[in-house]
């Protein structure tokens, strides 16, 4: 019979095909068996190590390619972006990992669905694990089961369950691992300050740093020998100069933060003070540093003077506010504010000093936690000796490094209230430098078996331990890479050197138990792990996300009025009828109108709801910025060149309709900043002298008084109580200082180096006139690297004599290039050097030079050492035909020329003046222009403008009522420009005539904005006396209704009626069907089945609630009624099949 299966034909054919799936799945588990076979599963480890696992008898888990990851979907992890990204992350791991061959998919569903294979997500609290943070569970089975309470949790367990398959071959053991950290802060801090690891070089050791499970990074990038980040307050400083030319960005940290959100790893920023500031100090006006308060001090130079000069320490204050504020913008949670190495002997202050030094890291903690982070301080200058009568904030965490002699002790800290964190230099510090590679730094094996977070370096001599559980004061540890040295090692040394030191750090602070095994076993399975997945290449996409048939979808999709998408879609995920309920959210710039779909509802499949919103933007401040402009003939080129870039965009961005607010916003502070730079022409000569000012380096003595006047100058230049009279005394002051100024003996060069020298083998030595002493480079031979010798001013040079210590054996230069300069960019060699001598004499004919350079062309292992440099040399008399003519150019009286021709002055000299301050020996061309320059001034030709003027006032009353979007655009820009023009001084009579036209003719196109009427209720009512009858009313009333109905009929056609009228025929119709008075029937009283007024509301209900049939500034959407026939529709279709099959029945 037809649809059914007898018994013989399941026999016949269903049961061997059953028999041959049952063989099949008995030779795949027998394969399974012999695998498992070759593993030893007894060796089984992770890394870091768990802290507990229970194996039970039972079936091995077996990893196979078509394993997934399913996520039991419930309200903790459905929307749960971080979740998503971490589950997209681990699905790429599993293929870059070499685990699966492709990335698993992931799918979310009930419980139940899971299947053999699966690698299943729960998130939800573990009995176990109460109170643990970071914490998971695995329950490997059939499938392995990764509970956690948190996304952190989930994040470590399926990093550990990839991790123990690849270690163990893909096959684990059945049981349960329970695992958490021991200590709370697993970090890593890198000095970036005087090192340039690369952006990408960084990004690349936090994704690793990862995968060992470490939690921070803490990024160190101020130090005495550079700055890495760049600052508003530093490139505030006149001359400041970054010691790298690869700066960070704040964009490129934030980044970086990015970077490190996603792989659950916080970064810390370490700004040390009051110390390790000299790259900051030497590029300062004034001197703040301890120079002179502590004269003997080794480290004087380094440290802000926070004790008796309040601007140094507002300066300091105000860079710590700006990376503070930075950083708390960008969601760090703590800041690390220095505090050690202050002063190479903190004996050395008085009680009351030492008090200021605690005040101020007091203050500066209060700036950290008001920005939301946690202040976090080195150990060695809190709390030391035995000064007294201070506090120290109890809130900063402590990064204990070294116990010196008279520093407070872990316990010390303890006692004041503040956390502490292992740094301890004994063990975890790797430093670029040949004395600590040599002495100091421990490798990876003495870490494993010596150290672990509670043990801290000892204090004179009495161990400072702490023995598991930890108590809470304890929060962990931190291995630190320090660069003394920068040129010591590259980048991918240290990368390869770290690697089982920083893993053997990190497998102690998250289980430090005595199980451990050795250090051997240890680091072969750190080496089969290798680095994190996508460690040099782009990581596989992740497997695609399916929502089990349980789960559904809503797409929210925003767009504006015009359909563009202003915003990404949001996806929202949950079960099969379950409730959802959303709002609109706010959308900077825009405010909602409606959307498509009901934001209250049930969950069901996948679906799709449009938000639409409008522009909500007030130009008004732009407009008044753009209407108001500058006249910017009257003001020097330089100074508003980028207020004439940032006038263009802004007048794009106020004349586009579809710009947002946050355009308009950024547009009018770009404005307003620009504006901000301008400098009138009459303030030109203060302005070329504080924005150019001379070198200090070209003076011995006077540069001082004069430094200060050029900065008051600069300070009154951009202060708003500036005048004519108060810049001229500014500039004399400045002049009178210049009288001053003494330049040094032009035959004494000053020195500069690509390395650093050793202790007190400074550069001077070489040109001490003592071949006894020497400078000592403390850096190996590299090509590129150079000496540089550099003259006051050029002078002529015939003979170069370079004298190496005659006992520096190996320290012998290989080779390099003797060159000599005019300008420091274009070089001549004059000689070579090699190892076949330690002294070498190179003479040339007699050449004008200001720059010579010893230039490495070979590389050793070894450092080098110079001990005398002589030079040949005759002096040349400085030619002050330039330096004349600048100071007559800066004392002209432009009263009355025109400013075209003043600018073209002003632009010759300021390039007069750049060329006089750089020492240019070749000045020709400077000083020709210059005077072409100052001969071309010419008087103002002068323009009419009364008519132009008068025309833009009356335009200014004009008010937009109602004038159409595009005459009323066309109107402003006329008028913007005729103001533009008006504001010009070299404005020429023809330009003034033409922007008078052009506004006259604007004004007077200017055309209504059409009025539109609404005839949609007026033509409804016409539509429903279609079936209106004559015969069924009176004779008087269907004839005043057919005069009203005639009436309202012309008055809709009529595209020139108003709405006035529009309205009275409305009403003289709907009166008219009001009034129409029905007929009797022969025979009865019968009336009409549905009266004319009952047809008109019916019509209007029906309009209202197609009006409301989409949902209005969050109402609720009201579906219509059509879909009422559809259950209709769906019985009458059951009835027939089950007609149907009866039928069928009757047959069979």
Request: proline letters at 3%; a negative charge; hydrophobic letters at 35%.
């Amino acid at each position: 019979m037809k649809g059914k299966v007898s018994k013989n034909k399941f026999l016949k054919v269903v049961l061997p095909a059953l028999l041959v799936v049952a063989i099949i799945c008995q030779a795949v588990g027998f394969q399974a068996v012999l695998a498992k076979g070759n593993v030893a599963t007894t060796s089984l480890m992770t890394y870091p190590n768990v802290q507990q696992y229970t194996k039970e008898a039972g079936q091995d888990f077996t990893l196979a390619e078509n394993s997934r990851i399913f996520v039991v979907a419930n309200e903790k992890t459905l929307n749960n972006t971080i979740l998503l990204k971490d589950l997209k992350l681990t699905s790429s791991n599993f293929e870059a990992a070499g685990v699966l061959s492709k990335a698993p998919i992931i799918v979310f569903g009930k419980e139940e669905n899971a299947v053999v294979n699966d690698i299943v997500v729960r998130m939800e609290d573990v009995a176990e694990l109460e109170g643990k943070a970071e914490s998971y569970k695995l329950d490997i089975t059939d499938k392995i089961t990764v509970t956690a309470k948190d996304e952190i949790g989930i994040y470590y367990g399926l990093m550990s369950v990839i991790q123990m398959l690849k270690i163990n071959d893909k096959i684990l053991e059945k049981g349960t691992v329970i695992d958490y950290p021991d200590v709370e802060l697993r970090s890593m801090h890198l000095d970036i300050a005087r090192k340039p690891f690369s952006k990408e070089w960084i990004i690349r050791q936090i994704k690793d740093l990862s995968w060992q499970k470490y939690n921070a990074v803490q990024l160190h990038f101020s130090e005495n020998e550079g700055f890495r980040i760049q600052s508003d307050t530093l490139d505030a400083i006149e001359g400041f100069k970054y010691k790298y030319d690869d700066v960070l960005s704040k964009q490129d940290i934030l980044d970086i933060i990015q970077v490190a959100n996603d792989y659950h790893i916080e970064i810390v920023p370490s700004l040390d003070s009051p110390g390790h500031s000299g790259a900051v100090l030497q590029y300062l006006p004034t001197d703040y540093s301890c120079r002179e308060l502590f004269p003997t001090d080794a480290r004087r130079n380094q440290c802000f003077n926070i004790f008796t000069n309040p601007e140094a320490r507002e300066f300091l204050v105000n860079l710590m506010t700006e990376f503070i504020e930075f950083f708390g913008d960008a969601g760090c949670k703590h800041f690390n504010i220095g505090g050690d190495e202050f002063l190479a002997k903190f004996s050395s202050f008085s009680n009351e000093q030492y008090g200021q030094i605690m005040t101020y890291f007091n203050d500066i903690s209060k700036i950290v936690k008001d920005n939301g982070m946690t202040p976090r301080a080195w150990n060695d200058g809190l709390l030391f000796g035995d000064y007294e009568g201070y506090t120290l904030d109890s809130d900063i965490e402590v990064c204990y490094w070294a116990a010196p002699e008279n520093c407070a002790s872990v316990a010390d800290f303890v006692a004041n209230g503040n956390k502490v964190i292992n740094y301890s230099d004994v063990y975890m510090y790797y430093v670029l430098s040949w004395w600590w590679q040599t002495n100091a730094v421990p490798e990876g094996d003495r870490i494993y078996n010596e150290w672990h977070p509670g043990k801290f370096s000892n204090l004179s001599g009495t161990a400072q331990t702490f023995e598991e559980p930890y108590p809470e004061y304890v929060m962990g540890g931190s291995y630190a890479v320090w660069c003394d040295d920068p040129n010591y090692e590259s980048e991918q040394s240290v990368e390869d050197k770290i690697y089982h030191r920083t893993r053997a750090t990190a497998y102690k602070m998250w289980n430090a138990n005595d199980n451990q095994p050795d250090y051997d076993v240890f680091k072969a399975a750190v080496d089969k792990l290798g680095r994190t997945p996508g460690f040099n290449e782009a990581l596989p996409a992740p497997g695609e996300v399916f929502q089990g048939e349980d789960t559904a979808t809503v797409t929210i999709k925003y767009i504006d009025n015009f359909g563009k998408t202003i915003a990404a879609d949001d996806v929202f995920y949950g079960l099969n009828d379950s409730d959802y309920h959303f709002e609109a959210k706010e959308l900077f710039g825009y405010s909602f109108i409606e959307s498509d779909l009901p934001l209250d509802g049930k969950y069901n499949g996948n679906m799709t709801i449009t938000l639409k919103y409008q522009l909500h933007c007030d130009k008004t401040d732009l407009k008044k910025e753009i209407f108001e402009p500058l006249a910017v003939s009257e003001y020097i080129n330089e100074t508003v060149a980028d207020y004439n870039k940032a006038l263009t965009m802004a007048k794009e961005i106020y004349f586009d309709e579809t710009s947002g607010q946050l355009a308009v916003n950024n547009a009018l502070r770009a404005l307003q900043d620009a504006k901000n730079k301008a400098v009138k022409l009459e303030y030109y000569s203060l302005y070329v002298e504080v924005t150019y000012p001379l070198n200090e380096s070209d003076y011995s003595s006077g540069y001082q008084a004069y430094k200060n006047a050029v900065t008051t100058g600069k300070t009154l230049l951009n202060s708003e109580g500036l005048t004519v009279e108060k810049a001229k005394e500014a500039y004399n002051a400045i002049q009178t200082a210049k009288q001053s100024l003494v330049k040094p003996n032009a035959k004494v060069p000053t020195i500069s180096a690509t390395d650093t020298y050793y202790q007190s083998n400074n550069y001077n030595n070489m040109i001490d006139g003592n071949i006894n002493t020497k400078c000592w480079f403390n850096s190996n031979q590299e090509i590129g690297k150079e000496v540089k010798f550099t003259f006051t001013r050029p002078i002529n040079i015939s003979s170069i004599q370079i004298i190496q210590p005659s006992n520096a054996g190996k320290d012998i230069i290989d080779g390099a290039d003797v060159q000599i300069s005019t300008d420091g960019k274009n070089w001549t060699t004059v000689g070579t050097l090699d190892n076949s001598a330690f002294e070498k004499t190179i003479t040339f004919d007699k050449t004008l030079t200001k720059y010579v350079r010893i230039v490495l062309t070979e590389g050793k292992g070894n450092w080098y050492q110079i001990a005398e440099v002589k030079f040949e040399l005759e002096e040349i008399p400085e030619d002050s035909t330039l330096k004349d003519m600048i100071l007559e150019a800066e004392t002209l009286n432009i009263t009355g020329k025109s400013s075209g021709s003043v600018n073209e002055m002003i632009d010759a000299l300021i390039v007069a003046q750049k060329s006089y301050v750089e020492g240019k020996v070749d000045v020709t061309e400077e000083t020709n222009n210059l005077r072409n320059a100052i001969n071309a001034l010419r008087d103002t030709v002068t323009s009419n403008k009364e008519k132009l003027t008068n025309k833009i006032n009356d335009a200014k009353e004009i008010e937009n009522n109602n004038y159409s979007i595009e005459s009323w655009s066309r109107f402003e820009k006329a008028l913007l420009e005729a103001i533009i023009v008006n504001e010009d001084s070299n404005a020429t009579q023809e330009q003034v005539d033409k922007a008078y036209d052009d506004l006259d003719k604007a004004i007077k196109v200017l055309i209504d904005a059409p009025v539109i009427v609404d005839k949609k209720e007026l033509s409804n009512v016409i539509e429903t006396t279609n079936d209106f009858v004559e015969k069924d009313y009176t004779v008087d009333s269907w004839k005043a209704f057919k005069e009203a109905l005639d009436h309202a009929k012309d008055v809709l056609q009529n595209e020139n009626t108003t709405q006035d009228e529009v309205d009275q025929a409305l009403a003289s119709l709907q009166d008219a069907i009001k009034n129409l008075k029905t007929v009797s029937q022969t025979g009865n009283n019968d009336q009409p089945n549905q009266k004319p007024n009952d047809q008109i509301q019916t019509s209007i209900k029906k309009e209202d609630d197609n009006k409301t049939s989409s949902t209005k500034n969050n109402s609720h959407i009201k579906t219509g009624d059509d879909m009422s026939v559809v259950p209709y529709i769906l019985l009458m279709a059951t009835a027939g099949g089950y007609i149907a099959l009866q039928r069928r029945n009757k047959e069979d």
